[in-house]
């Protein structure tokens, strides 16, 4: 997949606002900006996925009524042909990939909820970690232009595991230490799989929530070289070759 050269400095500009500490509605809105020039849409809506009352809360929009999307909020989403099933993939996803434009035309979601706001052609990528929807990106195109291609999906997917993480570290920040241990539980069964020991999994937590080396070693006041032993050793033991195949392992986990 080659890129442009404006192309490649909206892809940096994302990776740096990934790393920059944002809270997660400002990561959100700030990568939701770039990708509406990246892939040359218009529209942009992002949420963050609670089980516990199984619905979407936490909403960033751009280009979007306030109105139209408490509307989304409080009726559509319970009504949502697309959604659902698009929850449920790990890849970036079209609209068009799992329904038919003729028959998705002929839906209430469409009409009375899509296109009031002039969304067409759409695009969906959830974020995933331990087997939960942490927070996902919504992008849509109006009618006057073409649907995604299979290069759009192939530019969001590769962007995708970089957003999770972002969001995961988002998360454990917003929720202090407990976050962390949330994570070290979500960790459980593959530590218990693989063999990783008590400080194995406390650095693969530090790595899943961004902390770099130095921040890892300070944390647990060891040298820089010990945490990079520990590191070796987990990645062994996982198969993976580094931090973004770690991330990946866990969260597909």
Request: net charge positive.
């Amino acid at each position: 997949m080659n890129l442009t050269h404006k192309e490649s400095d909206i892809v940096f500009q994302i990776m740096d606002t990934m790393t920059f500490g944002h809270d997660s509605k400002e990561l959100r809105r700030r990568i939701g900006r770039l990708l509406l020039d990246l892939l040359k849409a218009d529209y942009f809506a992002s949420y963050v996925w609670r089980q516990d009352q199984e619905d979407f809360l936490e909403r960033v929009s751009i280009n979007m009524d306030d109105s139209n999307l408490q509307n989304y909020e409080q009726y559509f989403q319970y009504r949502d042909p697309i959604t659902p099933t698009l929850q449920r993939r790990k890849t970036a996803t079209c609209v068009s990939q799992i329904i038919s434009r003729r028959r998705f035309e002929r839906t209430e979601f469409f009409n009375d909820f899509l296109a009031r706001d002039g969304l067409h052609f759409g695009v969906n990528f959830y974020a995933y970690s331990s087997g939960r929807n942490i927070g996902d990106l919504r992008i849509w195109r109006s009618s006057k232009r073409e649907d995604f291609s299979h290069r759009d999906l192939e530019i969001l997917n590769a962007l995708g595991p970089a957003f999770a993480n972002a969001m995961r570290a988002c998360r454990s920040a917003e929720q202090g230490s407990d976050g962390e241990m949330g994570l070290l539980n979500a960790m459980e069964g593959v530590a218990l799989n693989v063999g990783l020991t008590g400080r194995e999994k406390e650095i693969a937590v530090a790595v899943l929530v961004g902390k770099s080396d130095k921040e890892i070693a300070d944390t647990f006041c060891i040298a820089v070289s010990t945490v990079r032993t520990h590191l070796k050793h987990i990645y062994r033991k996982l198969g993976v070759s580094g931090r973004t195949q770690l991330i990946n392992r866990i969260a597909l986990n």
